[in-house]
């Protein structure tokens, strides 16, 4: 890329205007999401600027500035900016907007709508994807929080610069809005000449020394910035930059959810342009029940992020990951359930345990074998009890999670802790997010609970909030209002510091108050805080930037190149997660695979499917052309397969496949009926393609101007619905969790046809199709659930059909009937109250977690060892289960064998709550060819079965159980166990 000049440019359109903002976010820093106040306050506007007149009758073509105090903000318009909103205010005017969001400490971007002249503060700045964030209609506008870090003010519109990236002076060449420019390569590592001589640049002391070393020659003022996630940047200093000791610039926060957010595209040895990896969701990670799968995934994550970072090509300096999201999957409203990936505390400690083992990937330095490097440092959100985000009358900035909502001790120890725990102890996370609501009173990032809980599980890395969750706490707007009876910024600063121990504050609450916090008096009384409690959260933060090698020699770590970006072997693999993560739910008759060579009709608003594929969060480039071009739809797929069994003279594949979407995802509209129905008649399979999508993905379902950027829809006619209440996103829960109702009008029509049908399902969290379900009709249905699938998740849904791979998953989450939603409040967290949640204590879903069909049929056995009889609760001996899966059927084919435990006799529970039905103690996939059978080991102990008390400590408790072994299908093995000895405590209730 060539250096950008400073000088005066052509005007441009506001959609051109739009893009160095646009590409800016897409790139990474969108992930400033969901913190506030990650940009400095900009400049004045330049001389000559178009200033936007400070009444309310401006119109949103209009470019330049607003704003009526020191900070102005530039405005973009038609833009949408930020994904839900925090405060929405009536009768503003864009200048007054600029200013609520600039004095707001909660807010990063605002947009405001001139028809209705309403200003919409956000707590983050993420975009939807061009062009699906520029309103055709010019009816908003949105501006940053105190217009940013401006590299060029005389440009038009002025360009925004990146905090990541040298910018010594405003307007300077190096800067660019698309990242370092090539020939001013960013500095990655410290202790270069000359500043390789200090004590902490020696590699023969112990890592520790090294750190304090470091941290004893800082100064004091220089410590608030170093605690910020994104850092302040003022003055010319980068974020986390320590120029004085040579020490580079740092980014906490790259987000690592499903892919690598943020990274470029790049071109490898062979001149070829390759994109980083885009795998399947959250839930679909969950499907597979795969441990060695998502290791590996995790770990090619890893090396992408490192050899983006070595080049350059990340957009931010950052070898640590926000992400994954672990929080369970509690109830399906929830609107963050594409990020997560089970409902069950094993399965998703499970999963969290092997995602960080691969990512981290510690390795022996090359300069010092007794030294281990990390790959990266992962960061596990959001610890803890996050599972609702906007659902009235709360929402996740203010929601306190306690007692009254079934938070008890009981409730953290049996669920929502016991996932960080796993990934903590059996994976050796080295970070944890807290998340921004309270529980049981306090705030989890000033939460003693929370730091004790780490602290018993053997954490030794780093605390960092979500977006400024520290300012969260003490907000009486938007936020806990805590500490009563006097919040103010500095008491939140000490208690997060000292109670939280929270190390990093995404947000300026530590930059803004730590020192003042640390001086004393009645803003921070009756609490207190100091420089060494300052020096610890340093401590384990700098610690992590030591253990990725980046105070090492360059040559201590073997990096990967370009060529391991994209690479054909994680192609692979996520062409393998799509296809373990697929779930049949149904087939009649046999109906899959499918025959190739017949005449397909693929019909529904997802027929054609691409971005919805790569859901949530489509940020990245995933095309070497940054379209989404290389991605296969499901009609593509299908097509293309069923061509490939035809005649090889015969005509193109539109002979044999047909392609007809027949209605929106929400739209009432039945105009489109007839063009499908006419496929579908004509067809001798139909292929039905359903489901929903993230808010945001699709213009024509963001275009209320009350909600700018999200998904309501302005006009209440029998043409349209509300997208909202069908859509999920951070920041936004579902209120229905049944498929549209025009989906459900286009089913019944496909359906009454009386041909062959497979039914197909993209959603994150659950929906419920009971109309489809109850379907009897003369010919069969066959029902896949797809999740979103991942960039190849089109391929490998189209090679399921046809049987081309017969490597399908298990529902990792239970789906309930549509009803749901009006018997059970979303505020309720514990699992037992009727009519019960999860698979645990659900007694009617649609479908139980664990769940799935195989294109082949197996037989489950196996005989009970005698040591099963004679359990004991003083011993960790394991009795070993030998269970033996056999392939009846003609197709080989992958097996996922679960392992659950029941408590015979009822187990006691408070009034009115349901006891568990099952609960899962363990898991394994195996591959089994046609006709053969494979024998699977299970390790079953008195602390396997054991159970939780009512004070939160997990006791191994003598008496009967029964284990089961199923097959997913209906198949399984039963087999009687036996505890004896007296109640032993395995693992007690964390103690503050």
């Known amino acids: 890329m060539q250096a950008r000049s400073d000088g005066p440019r052509p005007a441009r359109s506001a959609t051109q205007a739009l893009m160095p903002l646009l590409a800016w976010i897409t790139l990474g820093l969108a992930v400033i999401s969901s913190r506030a106040h990650v940009l400095d306050r900009g400049p004045e506007p330049p001389k000559g600027s178009n200033t936007i007149p400070q009444n309310g009758d401006t119109h949103a073509g209009a470019t330049g500035w607003v704003g009526t105090g020191a900070t102005q903000c530039y405005i973009f318009p038609g833009a949408t900016l930020g994904q839900g909103s925090i405060k929405i205010t009536p009768n503003m005017t864009p200048s007054s907007c600029c200013d609520a969001c600039t004095d707001d400490k909660a807010c990063a971007a605002w947009t405001y709508h001139t028809d209705t002249t309403t200003c919409f503060l956000k707590d983050n700045v993420k975009p939807l994807v061009p062009p699906r964030s520029i309103d055709p209609h010019n009816r908003t506008m949105s501006g940053l929080r105190g217009g940013g870090n401006i590299c060029n003010p005389h440009a038009s519109p002025p360009e925004l610069c990146p905090e990541g990236y040298p910018c010594p002076q405003c307007g300077a060449s190096a800067c660019s809005c698309e990242g370092p420019n090539p020939g001013h390569a960013v500095q990655a590592f410290a202790c270069l000449p000359p500043h390789d001589t200090y004590p902490f640049c020696d590699l023969t002391l112990p890592v520790a020394d ?19 996630a994104r850092g302040r940047g003022g003055d010319g200093q980068a974020m986390q930059a320590i120029r004085a000791l040579g020490v580079p610039a740092y980014y906490w926060g790259t987000n690592c959810l499903h892919s690598l957010n943020g990274g470029k595209c790049v071109v490898d040895s062979n001149g070829q342009t390759r994109c980083p990896t885009n795998f399947p969701s959250g839930p679909s990670f969950g499907a597979t029940f795969d441990r060695d799968l998502i290791e590996q995934m995790a770990n090619a994550i890893g090396v992408e992020l490192r050899a983006l970072f070595k080049n350059g090509s990340l957009g931010h300096p950052s070898l640590d990951c926000w992400g994954p999201v672990v ?26 345990a092997a995602w960080t083992k691969g990512f981290q990937s510690p390795r022996p330095s090359l300069h010092n074998a007794s030294r281990q490097l990390y790959q990266g440092i992962l960061t596990l959100k959001h610890m803890a009890v996050n599972s609702l985000e906007n659902t009235a009358p709360f929402t996740r900035h203010d929601f306190d999670a306690n007692a009254t909502y079934g938070v008890t001790d009981f409730v953290l120890a049996d669920y929502y802790l016991r996932p960080f725990k796993s990934a903590i102890r ?23 609970l929370m730091r004790a809980a780490r602290e018993a599980w053997g954490f030794e890395g780093y605390v960092t909030s979500d977006s400024d969750s520290v300012a969260n706490a003490y907000s009486s707007s938007n936020g806990h209002n805590y500490p009563q009876p006097d919040p103010d910024p500095e008491r939140a600063v000490a208690l997060a510091l000292t109670k939280g121990q929270c190390d990093i504050n995404s947000g300026d609450t530590y ?12 803003a921070v009384e009756p609490y207190s805080v100091t420089m060494e409690d300052v020096d610890r959260a340093l401590f384990n933060s700098l610690k992590q930037r030591f253990d990725l090698g980046l105070f090492d020699p360059e040559s201590s770590y073997e990096w990967p190149t370009n060529d391991d970006v994209g690479s054909n072997a994680s192609s692979a693999l996520s062409l393998k997660a799509s296809q373990e993560s697929l779930v049949i739910l149904r087939n009649d008759r046999g109906l899959l695979p499918l025959t190739p060579g017949r005449r397909v009709a693929v019909i529904g608003p997802h027929a054609t499917a691409q971005q919805v594929l ?11 052309d940054n379209t989404l071009d290389c991605i296969v739809s499901p009609a593509d797929a299908i097509a293309s397969i069923n061509a490939a069994g035809t005649d090889p003279h015969a005509e193109a594949t539109d002979q044999w496949t047909k392609v007809a979407p027949g209605c929106d995802l929400f739209f009432n509209s039945t105009a489109n009926f007839s063009a499908a129905l006419a496929a579908a008649a004509d067809a001798d399979y139909v292929v039905l393609a359903l489901g929903i999508e993230t808010c945001g993905m699709n213009p024509a379902h963001n275009v209320n ?11 209440l006619t029998t043409d349209y619905v509300f997208p909202d209440q069908y859509t999920e996103l951070e920041a936004h829960d579902r209120t229905v969790i049944d498929l549209p109702d025009i989906q459900h009008k286009l089913a019944a029509a496909v359906l009454n046809l009386g041909k062959p049908t497979v039914l197909v399902l993209f959603n994150g969290g659950a929906v419920a199709f009971e109309p489809e379900l109850a379907h009897s009709g003369p010919a069969p249905l066959a029902i896949i659930e797809a999740f979103y699938p991942g960039l190849r998740g089109g391929e490998a849904l189209a090679q399921g059909i046809y049987g081309k791979h017969n490597k399908f998953g298990r529902l990792p989450y239970t789906i309930y009937p549509a009803s749901f939603v009006d018997d059970t409040p979303m505020s309720m967290h514990d699992l037992r109250q009727p009519p019960g949640r999860t698979y645990r204590y659900a007694r009617n879903p649609l479908f139980p977690l664990g769940f799935g069909l195989s294109l082949t049929n197996w037989s489950v056995s196996g005989v009970a060892p005698s040591c099963l009889g004679a359990l004991q609760t003083a ?21 996922v064998l679960m392992a659950y435990f029941s408590v015979d006799g009822a187990m006691p529970a408070g009034p009115g709550l349901l006891i568990p039905i099952r609960e899962l103690f363990d898991y394994q996939r195996v591959t089994v060819a046609a006709g053969a059978a494979t024998t699977v080991a299970f390790n079953v102990s008195a602390a396997v079965l054991a159970t939780y008390s009512d004070n939160g400590d997990r006791v191994a408790t003598p008496g009967s159980y029964t284990l089961t072994f199923d097959d997913g299908g209906g198949g399984k093995l039963v087999l009687p166990a036996t505890v004896q000895g007296a109640p032993t405590v395995v693992d007690p209730f964390p103690s503050p």
């Not at 090294?210 to 910020?228: A, E, F, G, Q």
């Not at 101007?705 to 006009?715: A, I, M, N, V």
């Not at 394991?878 to 003609?890: D, F, I, M, Y």
Request: glycine share 12%.
């Open 210 to 228: 090294r750190v304090r070393d470091l941290i004893s020659r800082i100064n004091d003022t220089d410590k608030p910035n170093l605690l910020t």
């Open 327 to 352: 929080n369970l999957v509690r109830d399906p409203r929830h609107g963050r359930i594409g990020e997560g990936g089970s409902e069950d505390a094993y399965a998703m400690g499970e999963l969290a």
């Open 426 to 448: 059996d994976g050796g996370a080295r970070g944890i997010m807290c998340s921004y609501n309270s529980v049981q009173g306090i705030p989890t990032c000033l939460s003693p």
């Open 511 to 522: 930059n803004d108050h730590l020192l003042s916090a640390v001086a004393g008096g009645p």
């Open 614 to 624: 790569v859901q949530p969060y489509p940020f990245s480039p995933f095309c070497p």
């Open 705 to 715: 101007p009350l909600r700018p950027g999200r998904c309501f829809q302005e006009k």
């Open 875 to 895: 011993s960790a001996t394991s009795c070993q289960v030998e269970v033996t899966a056999r392939n009846t059927g003609g197709l080989d084919g992958d097996i």
